[in-house]
């Protein structure tokens, strides 16, 4: 069963196409690489003991996915290509929505073409926009702060009415939560470009020595130690969610929307002492402002997807703490070598 992996390369889509090898799935990766190294797939076909495809071509140009569905027999999708940066999309709204947007409608043209009629799209939490009940079930209302959000939001919306228009079409919309750790193996795993926004890819590197010390981003929420709680998922839970996706949406058509989180929220400081901890180190920080735009908390309902999905979270925030740091400290630049980050 070939199932093709937009933006595959990527720190989750590389997971998944480790989870879809092992369990039987031919993945086949298109990535443009923007955000992306192509040792990434290398180290997957490393660790699987099959030989993955990566084809480096875009997903908002026609002829680049054409080449792949006629090259390939292609069941099944998983959309992961898109930009990711919140506060980059803030500077660059148009790049955003002229790459996400585009992606997904070129992306949704070809298939039909082709009819192909499986889709499983990475959607996220953030489309739940502010001043929610928590935990956030997947029939609450939406708004988003920020043109990344937006995105998915209208990403979500296109995929909803091609769905309306062909029932033979299968939509799967999967709204992750927070995803950190890496694999068991410590060969692949999350590599920013940069500095890196997000929380655990921070510790990591101060961890490391590579930058100096964590700012926690306010203490004074309505949470119990002040700091801000969010619904930290490993992502090979996450890369499993993919598979358990897969497998629904070839015996559903329709479209269906599920929340992928843990259920349960942490605190910026229960992550930051856990992975103390589990690796024995100490990461110095300093209480700083607030972020812009961040909110108090954040976690999943993930009910719907237990229920339909018979998928749930196995690992603990200790394993995701583990696996992150083992990713770190055997690849310190992460896929680039010392002496390109020299050059
Ligand atoms: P990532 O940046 O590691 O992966 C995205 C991949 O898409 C990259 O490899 C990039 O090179 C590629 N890409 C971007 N535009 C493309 C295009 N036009 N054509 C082909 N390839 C393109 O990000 P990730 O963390 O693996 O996220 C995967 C998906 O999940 C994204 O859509 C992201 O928005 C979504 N998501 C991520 C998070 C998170 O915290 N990591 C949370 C919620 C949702
Ligand atoms: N934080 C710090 N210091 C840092 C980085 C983060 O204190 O250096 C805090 C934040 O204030 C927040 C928590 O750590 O309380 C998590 O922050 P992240 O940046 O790791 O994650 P967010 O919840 O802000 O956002 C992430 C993705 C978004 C996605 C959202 C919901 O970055 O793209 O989850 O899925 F939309």
């Known amino acids: 069963m070939a199932v093709l992996l937009t933006g595959g390369a990527g720190y989750i889509g590389s997971h998944t196409a480790l989870c879809l090898a092992n369990a039987g799935f031919e993945p086949v990766v298109l990535d443009n690489l923007s955000n992306a190294s192509p040792e990434a797939i290398k180290r997957v076909s490393r ?5 993955i495809p990566l084809i480096e071509g875009d997903c908002t140009v026609k002829s680049d996915l054409e ?5 390939y027999p292609i069941d099944q999708v998983i959309h992961f290509a898109g930009l990711k940066a919140v506060g980059e999309s803030v500077a660059q709204p148009l790049r955003y929505y002229r790459n996400n947007l585009d992606a997904t409608l070129t992306l949704l043209e070809v298939m039909a073409a082709h009819g192909c009629r499986q889709i499983v799209f990475s959607s996220s939490a953030t489309v739940y926009g502010t001043n ?4 956030l079930r997947e029939t609450f209302p939406l708004g988003c702060t920020n043109p990344y959000g937006w995105t998915k939001f209208m990403s979500e919306q296109i995929l909803r009415d091609a769905g309306t228009a062909d ?3 299968s939509v799967v919309l999967l709204r992750y939560f927070n995803p950190v750790g890496a694999h068991e193996s410590g060969e692949i795993g999350e590599d920013p470009s940069g500095i890196p ?11 490391k020595g590579r930058l100096k010390q964590l700012n926690v981003f306010g203490d004074d929420y309505p949470t119990h130690d002040g700091t801000g709680v969010r619904d930290y998922i490993h992502v090979m839970d ?3 969610g993919h598979l358990a996706a897969l497998n629904y ?17 942490y605190s910026v400081l229960d992550l930051l002492h856990t992975f103390e901890r589990v690796n024995g180190l100490r990461v110095p920080y300093r209480i700083a402002p607030r972020r812009p735009g961040d909110i108090a908390t954040c976690y999943a309902d993930p009910a719907k997807a237990a229920e339909l999905l018979h ?3 196995k690992r603990s925030l200790d394993d995701m703490c583990r696996d992150a740091w083992r990713w770190q400290s055997q690849n310190p630049m992460g896929y680039r070598t010392a002496q390109e980050t020299d050059a």
Do not use: D, S
């Open 47 to 51: 660790l699987t003991g099959k030989q």
């Open 67 to 71: 080449a792949v569905f006629a090259q």
């Open 132 to 135: 929610q009940e928590m935990p």
């Open 167 to 169: 029932p033979n079409l």
């Open 197 to 207: 926004n997000n929380l655990m890819p921070y510790i990591c590197q101060v961890a």
């Open 238 to 240: 996450l890369a499993e």
């Open 249 to 265: 949406a070839q015996a559903h058509r329709g479209v269906e929307v599920f929340n992928l989180g843990t259920g349960v929220g």
């Open 311 to 313: 998928w749930q979270t």
